[in-house]
């Protein structure tokens, strides 16, 4: 590299290569070196799939292809103008003394006076849909919200297990390590460090596979933030912040019934369904009914006859226009009914989403309960498996146990601390859910019509990190 630069310094243009040279360093390698990925907390990441998720950016431009149908439907108020013309001439004619060119062009505007209904109900229409189309995305985005969450309590909760897992591993490699030296000093058979060696080996595939858990939940999450995995294969591209933690909110079920019912943007999606067929109704029936306009223009035309007059004229146009179907087979009478069908199925579509909102409330506090049980429980048994664990060593000192009972032990303390992490994560998806259902955020939950909380789930936060007890020998 030395003699590399000393070529330089010989050239010509030592000076601005040098300059460019480090210019490249610094930008270059510099910034290849010290680049993070960024860290995102839950928040942050809501954010951020709300900008880059495909089926949110999907949506708003459903959104803006609304707007545009609310500009084509407000046209039949404005006055439209129409240009038309053509000209023609016969190769032959005979026997005749019409001229032999024909030509004819005129510019007209015309205003709808009277449509039966259609112009207005075609509008209300369009603003129907604009709104449909916002409840639309506001489903999607808390739906897309309820999937980060549980995506950071998926990343959460596998890198909180790599940690009990690895923990486990330390443990049981130490224990392996102290028959070992047990058997060396010829106070055990070779039947404990087998025992051992199997335990030691059936715990390293359970953190292999945590390994591998927490590697497809980033995957997972990276795909709501709309991150391109094949710029960066090799990659997570971004990092969680926090730690699994237990979200202390218990909510009143008849209220969020209640605000889901008045809330929830699937449910006033329907609504406008049922709206929207109405109006369809009268725009179909409006066909039944005569439509009058008014137009104006100039024209230009030619008189093939020379008796009539000359051959060019022109002049201004006023007139009334009127249509009225005295009977079209049919048709509208078909539309009519079809329209009326389908705003039977959109009522029944509404009472179907109400009843599905209800039931999804309904689940999520289902899984609330369950999870805040088994967290009771666990919460307890951590400690009991603890204690256990401290005194099958101590009676395996003194002579009064076995190995056997080590490795139970042990086996309890992974178990329970890992069930805990579980009904924690449960608990928090849970909430999640409910908040999508009632069309919420996990803090519009905190209902202050139900604050009593037990003194055990109040105190029940970070699980990542292990008691102490466990981690000291």
């Avoid at 919200?145 to 909760?157: E, I, K, N, T």
Wanted: charged share 25%; glycine share 6%; proline share 3%.
């Amino acid at each position: 590299m030395q003699a590399f630069f000393r070529m330089f310094v010989r050239t010509k243009h030592a000076g601005r290569l040098a300059a460019i040279l480090g210019a490249f360093l610094a930008l270059g390698f510099g910034g290849f070196t010290l680049a993070q990925p960024p860290t995102y907390t839950i928040d942050q990441g809501v954010a951020l799939a709300d900008n880059q998720n495909p089926d949110i950016l999907i949506a708003r431009k459903k959104l803006e292809a609304a707007r545009g149908s609310l500009m084509e439907a407000r046209a039949g108020y404005l006055p439209s103008v129409i240009s038309s013309g053509f000209a023609d001439k016969r190769q032959t004619q005979t026997n005749s003394d019409l001229r032999e060119q024909d030509y004819n062009a005129s510019v007209r505007a015309l205003e709808n006076v009277y449509t039966g209904g259609a112009v207005s109900n075609q509008v209300a229409i369009a603003r129907l849909q604009i709104e449909k189309q916002k409840c639309e995305l506001e489903e999607v985005q808390n739906k897309v919200a309820m999937d980060v969450r549980v995506g950071f309590y998926d990343v959460l909760l596998n890198r909180a297990k790599v940690r009990v897992r690895e923990n486990s591993v330390r443990v049981l490699g130490e224990e392996l390590k102290t028959q070992e030296e047990r058997l060396k000093a010829g106070i055990v058979g070779t039947l404990n460090v087998h025992r051992a060696q199997v335990a030691l080996a059936n715990e390293e595939p359970e953190l292999a596979n945590a390994k591998t858990e927490l590697g497809n939940s980033y995957l997972r999450l990276g795909e709501l933030f709309g991150i391109d995995y094949r710029t960066q294969p090799s990659q997570s591209g971004f990092e969680v912040a926090g730690q699994l933690q237990y979200a202390a909110l218990h909510p009143d079920l008849n209220e969020c019934l209640g605000r889901a019912d008045a809330k929830r943007a699937e449910i006033r999606a329907r609504q406008i369904d049922v709206e929207i067929e109405d109006h369809q109704y009268l725009v179909d029936r409006s066909e039944l009914r005569p439509h009058v306009q008014l137009f104006s223009g100039y024209e230009v035309y030619s008189e093939r006859d020379p008796n009539v007059g000359p051959e060019f004229n022109h002049g201004y146009l006023v007139g009334v226009n009127a249509t009225w179907h005295l009977f079209d087979g049919f048709a509208t009478k078909g539309r009519m009914q079809a329209t009326h069908a389908r705003g039977e199925a959109a009522r029944a579509a509404l009472e179907a989403a109400r009843r599905s909102v209800a039931s999804e409330v309904r689940s999520a506090f289902l899984d609330l309960q369950q999870s805040d049980n088994v967290l009771e429980s666990e919460t307890k048994n951590v400690q009991t498996a603890d204690e256990s664990l401290e005194i099958t060593k101590s009676n395996l000192a003194a002579g009064l146990g076995t190995q056997l009972d080590i490795l139970q032990a042990a086996a309890d303390v992974t178990r329970t601390r890992t069930t805990r992490l579980s009904a924690i994560y449960l608990h928090n998806v849970a909430l999640a859910r409910l908040a999508r259902a009632t069309g919420s955020t996990p803090q519009e939950l905190d209902f202050t019509s139900n604050r009593s909380k037990k003194k055990s789930e109040q105190q029940a936060v970070d699980m990542t990190r292990p008691p102490a007890k466990i981690t000291s020998r």
